[in-house]
Every structure is written in C-alpha cells, then in structure tokens.
C-alpha cells in the first residue's frame, strides 16, 4: 500500500510559479511513474502532466514534472499561473508494469490577480 502525501498548495500570484510537491516514502519509488491530475472548481479532475519512472524531468507547456528518486520525491511547476490553475492537485503513483494507481488527498491551489 502506497502512501502519497502532496503538498505546498496555497494562495499564489496571477503570472508568478509555483512548485508543489509529491513524497511517496514507503515504495521503490524509481520503479513508478507519476501523475499530476487537476480539478477546479465545479470542474471534472484532469489530468495535466506526468512523469514515467526513467524519467528526470517532463513539460507539458507551462507544467514541469520533475522527480528525485533518492527521497522518494516528485514536484510539479506551475509556471505563468492563470485563474484557472486553482483548484485541487493530486499526485498519483503507479507501477512502470501496470496495477493500481495510488492517490494522494490532494493539495489545493488558489490564484490571485
């Protein structure tokens, strides 16, 4: 059973970055790859970037997967933040061969002008 913990959510400024980040201490975690799903409000969760587990770093526009194997860790980089990028984030772990994809509680995200 997989523990995912995100945080570094919180108010953030129209146009400015911020990285939030992913910790999965309890599994080989240079085995899994790593999702980052978004909902905002009243909104259907999506998913907006991920990273697979030979992988350092992955873009996806203004997101920046990145991961540090060695603490178990993985960050997500919101550049150019827009009204829209509030709402929640989760981070989600699965296996590079399949099986079940873990969930975190999520961490949320408000952006202010």
């Known amino acids: 059973q997989a523990h995912v913990v995100e945080s570094g959510g919180g108010l953030a400024q129209f146009g400015g970055s911020l990285t939030l980040s992913c910790v999965v201490p309890?599994?080989?975690?240079?085995?899994?790859?790593v999702k980052w799903y978004h909902q905002g409000p009243g909104k259907e969760r999506e998913r907006i970037a991920s990273?697979?587990?030979r992988s350092t770093v992955s873009k996806w526009g203004r997101f920046t997967v990145s991961r540090d194997n060695a603490n178990h860790t993985a960050y997500l980089q919101i550049d150019n933040l827009q009204s829209e990028d509030t709402g929640d984030y989760y981070c989600?772990?699965?296996?590079?061969?399949?099986?079940?994809?873990?969930w975190g509680q999520g961490t949320q995200v408000t952006v202010s002008a």
């Open positions: 990273i697979d587990h």
């Open positions: 309890r599994l080989t975690f240079s085995e899994f790859q």
């Open positions: 989600t772990v699965q296996h590079r061969i399949g099986g079940h994809e873990y």
